[in-house]
């Protein structure tokens, strides 16, 4: 079981960036891959990056590539997602994902953190 612990949201006009940490409290296991979702209010939620740490493969939403990129410390169980050029249909909460599943489809990831929320003013 890992516990994530994230952070960094809050506020932010159009074209500006904000960066989403996420870390577990301690390193129990392994994980093979760390991803961030989003959800927005009257819609499903949304895989909007992941990575693999098995080759270190990333994976973006069509929505979001080219403005935000994810990074990960496999040995702190760690990743963070720089987002630039926020749209105002960025907005939502975003979670902080891990799964035991070497190559996890968006439903497969079994920890969790708590969310933070981003909002995006136009």
């Known amino acids: 079981q890992v516990q994530l612990v994230e952070s960094g949201g809050g506020l932010v006009q159009a074209g500006g960036s904000l960066r989403l940490s996420c870390a577990a409290s301690r390193r129990t296991f392994s994980t093979y891959a760390m991803g961030w979702f989003r959800q927005a209010p009257g819609k499903e939620r949304e895989l909007v990056a992941a990575?693999?740490?098995?080759?270190?493969?990333?994976y973006y939403a069509d929505s979001v590539k080219g403005r935000f990129t994810i990074s990960g410390d496999n040995d702190r169980i760690a990743v963070w997602l720089q987002m630039n050029d926020l749209k105002p249909e960025d907005t939502a909460v975003y979670y902080c994902?891990?799964?035991?599943?070497?190559?996890?489809?968006?439903?497969?990831?079994?920890?969790w953190g708590q969310g933070t929320q981003v909002t995006v003013s136009s």
């Open positions: 994902a891990a799964s035991s599943y070497r190559t996890p489809t968006s439903g497969e990831y079994n920890y």
């Open positions: 990575i693999n740490w098995r080759g270190g493969s990333t």
